[in-house]
């Protein structure tokens, strides 16, 4: 993290953090504490050499940002069938993997960090089977974690336990790719083995952890860290299993040839017994455990296997290639477990529970348990970056580090720099004088200033990378990086040599005082516990670019292990933009990203999520990290954010009501064009199967045609011809807040027949792209679930504006205003918003007691998640509201039959003129559902190939 001339920040920082983690009250480490910690320590004759040349305020901001990170709460899903508890503290004692792990991470990683990767390790293992118990058992789970955000951090800690109870022989699934195996197994060289894996044992050297016992602990390892380094048929045919105590450890790829290789092999060299069931040879004698890394690619069976009546799975179904090699490794095992990780679980929960096969076994689904993995306070990721949505339909809380660029196409987006549709013969051509956008001229420009920002805050040993993804083709990547190359080889040569430099200089200065000098500062006023560093003189930063550009290089990512060596292998920090396209959609990791380019873009959420590498940890120079995308890419990821919060919710009251992996339906906010995965991966291939249970569906997307407004604005005015005169105000008044505003435009309803909110949704057209807010589908469900005796009762809320103009007669007697929303882009044949629904509508029909209840969940999930944080919650989040109305509070039975409409007839004053001069307004409605027990689903039909022709591939 230092360079050479600053060991002696690095010594005391280390020293003083151990003294620090010697403190049993953990709270008493304030910034006077550690202030007076290291003025003892400096004072001490031992230390007193290390004050020359210290940078003082360096090492006290260091240390406070150490100590100020907290990490909410990991929750899980269990089922225990079969298991045994088994670990205990007596059974800790003298893990020596784990202890020289641990205090390898202690130089890296806060306290609470670290000790918050102990407590998930001890959970993940207790919750496998003990590896010396002798008779058979299989378990398999899942840890979700975030993107970039240390999965394998925690998998290497994971297995250095599982080493330390017995486990023996150690596979790790790790990606498609040489470069992601490759870098997967450089990270487990220095956090388990201890020593650079190499093909020739003369050559391997101590590294990582070995430097902690001098290479005392040595597992086997099969595999290596080079670019041929995977298990090869040659390695495969010299490697025999050894008699000794020492686990093996093999890092492979998710390739059909490397897997059945791996199979052979162990059962050449590991098989002791015959199967009696089978017949067929397996091993007994040594447990098994597989980690999974990005579970749910490629690990997934996409085909789609036959169940009888019953449910019961047809057994002479072949399961896809990779899923096949996989549940074959674990069949050749009598006592095994599996754990994939994941950021992006939505395949993984969409494996039949009870998919089996004769040959293959089990499918992978995680049946004995989910965890989800907390992240600490200093994550950046996307609720951080896009921030989330207020409720007014703005954001709040966002990054200043976002730009919107349009330059790399035209308007239709059919010509261009790049267009939105081109294929591998494309040849990208801009008329600026550097041959590229110039919004590209100012990414890599801030790149360069990040640069050298970062050696001047004495970050220059450490990695710093610019991410440019334009394009999924080699061939067009060819050609961005020729001129990407070019240009930064022309900047390099003008600095270096002090020659015809000045529009150059010129240039990086006007965006320095425009964008750097204000992002720095209010990121600093925004974000005081993730951003306190102060931006050096330009004139410093200016006097180290020569420096920093001869160090930049380009670099093209297509796979080969090569890429990742080179981040081991730098001596100092390595300055590097990689261009790249699906290589580095997923798994790969870009130390030190500063500045992303992005283009490329799927509408599935999972393979959004993923191709997001530039979240994570940026400490020390978050400010400086910029994100240059289109305009639709932001408007995704903002969704993104709104709906990893929600999933996170839903999982946890799950986990509150007690259900099991088994039990865990996942439910995915509504979106007009944003897909969960690829149907291919959902199991079924051609059908999704939704519950709408505990969630709410609004229209967020409106066609502009005059009929389709005519049609919904009629359903909408039969609906409320055959309702009774209604009660005015619905929202109830919260004696005790000052919360709800009443207003005389709103009506309200209660107890209507489900048979009329039929009727409505039977008659009102939706976007016909929107998947969970689509009419049908919602009238579907509220019948399958009528038939069970719920949603039988419903309340209507017809919810007025702000916008006092053109008032819209809806009845003889019932008048109603427009709500102002804010518009989400300009489309031709849509109005899209952002949100319909206005928050605290969802807790209009709820009792004062049942909306005090919500409000105590929503305070005490918000304490849980955000530990340490001053409590700024005033209303109960929607969530909450569904889960009190469907079970109610105090020991009364809640009301699982009763649904609440929500209808508003939404408006964009600043936005409207639209091409078609509308007769009728826009009607738009949420429905809010209860938290229900029942697993009523509707089926969703899709075809993978217009899938795929819309929503593009997965990753």
Known sequence: MYPEHHKNEKTVIKTVQELLLSEEDKSLITPEKIIETVDSLLSMKLYAKFRE?????????????RNSIWIGQDSILINNIGHVAWLTTERKKDWRYWERYKEWQEKKLDWVSLNALDKSTDEILGLLEDPTRKDAWDRRGLVVGHVQSGKTGNFTGLICKAADAGYKIIIVLAGMHNNLRSQTQMRLDEGFLGYETHPDPEKIKIIGVGNIDSGALRPNYVTNRTQN??????????????????????VVKKNKTVLKRLHKWILD????????????????????????????????????????????????????????????????????????????????????ERGETKKEGKDLFPESFILNLASPSNYIGPSRIFGLNDGSGSRKAQLPIIHEIDDHNTNDGLTGWMPIKHDSKHE????????????????????????GVRQARKQGAEHSSMLIHVTRFNLVQNHVHKKVDEYIKNVSQRLIRGIDNQAILNRLERLWENDFIPTNKQMNSDLPDLCVESLPSWEKVKELLPEVIEQVIVRKINGTAKDALDYADSASGLKVIAIGGD?????????????????????????????????????GYLDLCRLYTTSELIEWFEHIADASLELREEFNLMVESGGTPRDYGLKVKSHPVLMVTSPLKMRTAKTLKLSFSGTVSETVSFLKDEKVLKNNFEALTH????????????????EHTNTHKLSSNNFYWEGISYTHILDFLEQYITHPESIKANSKMLKSFIEKMAEAGQLTSWNIALMGGSIKDHPVQLSDSLILHKAQRTSNGRHEDRYAIRRLLSPTDEALDLSNEEWDAALIRTIEIFKAENPGKPVNVSNPSGINCRYIRGNGVNGNKGRPDQG????????????????VQRLHPFVGFACSFPYSKLSEEVEYKVNNIEWESYYGPAS
């Open 428 to 451: 990208p051509y801009h008329d600026s004088e550097f041959g590229i956008p110039l919004s590209l001229v100012e990414a890599i420009d801030a790149f360069i200033l990040s640069c």
């Open 719 to 734: 609906l409320i011809n055959l309702l009774d005169h209604p009660q005015t105000k619905p929202l109830r008044l919260r």
């Open 583 to 619: 290589k580095l959609a997923r798994g790969l990791t870009l130390e030190g990203l500063c500045v992303s380019y992005f283009l490329r873009a799927s509408k599935m959420y999972d393979t959004l999520m993923q191709m997001g590498r530039w979240f994570g940890y940026r400490t």
């Open 269 to 352: 060299n590991a098989a002791n017994t015959i199967d009696p069931k089978t017949g067929l040879k397996i091993v007994t004698n040594l447990p098994l455990l597989v980690i999974d890394d990005e579970a749910d690619h490629a690990s997934v069976d996409t085909g789609e296997q036959i169940f009888d009546e019953l449910g019961e799975a047809k057994e002479d179904y072949q399961p896809k290639a990779i899923n096949r090699r996989i549940r074959k490794l674990l069949q050749l095992f009598s006592r095994k477990a599996y754990v994939g990780y994941t950021a992006t679980p939505f395949a993984n929960i969409f494996i039949h």
């Open 53 to 65: 040349n210290l940078d003082y305020d360096f090492v006290i901001d260091e240390l406070i940002r």
């Open 900 to 915: 609440l409409l929500i209808i508003y007839l939404p408006e964009d004053v600043e936005n409207n003129n639209f091409e």
């Open 229 to 250: 380094g995977d298990l090869s048929k040659k390695l495969a045919e010299v490697t025999g299993i050894t008699p000794e105590h020492r686990p093996w450890l093999f």
